[in-house]
Nanobody
Framework: QVQLVESGGGLVQAGGSLRLSCAASGRTFSSYAMGWFRQAPGKEREFVAA????????YYADSVKGRFTVSRDNAKNTVYLQMNSLKPEDRAAYYC????????????????WGQGTQVTVSS
């Protein structure tokens, strides 16, 4: 069992930056691939970024490539999402998720989910 708690969301102006954190419980955190997803009001949940268990591989949605960076610190049981050059269309609730399988952009590949943190970008 893995419990995930996101933090770091908030209100930022377009062009600004935020860093989201996702703290995980459990001693097996380092064995999970981790992903970030987001869901805007009235829209389906979409993939943002993912990172392998070791941190050696990452994968991004085209919409955030070059602006967002996913990283992890297995010693701290934490995964991060650094978001730069934020746009109004990045506004959404952001969720982290843990997968016991391989790094994936598909939400059905993930076994555990956090409660989400809200990101609002003003224009």
């Amino acid at each position: 069992q893995v419990q995930l708690v996101e933090s770091g969301g908030g209100l930022v102006q377009a062009g600004g930056s935020l860093r989201l954190s996702c703290a995980a419980s459990g001693r097996t955190f380092s064995s999970y691939a981790m992903g970030w997803f987001r869901q805007a009001p009235g829209k389906e949940r979409e993939f943002v970024a993912a990172i392998s268990w070791s941190g050696g591989s990452t994968y991004y949605a085209d919409s955030v490539k070059g602006r967002f960076t996913v990283s992890r610190d297995n010693a701290k049981n934490t995964v991060y999402l650094q978001m730069n050059s934020l746009k109004p269309e990045d506004r959404a609730a952001y969720y982290c998720a843990a997968s016991s399988g391989f790094l994936s952009g598909k939400d059905y590949a993930y076994d555990y989910w956090g409660q989400g943190t809200q990101v609002t970008v003003s224009s």
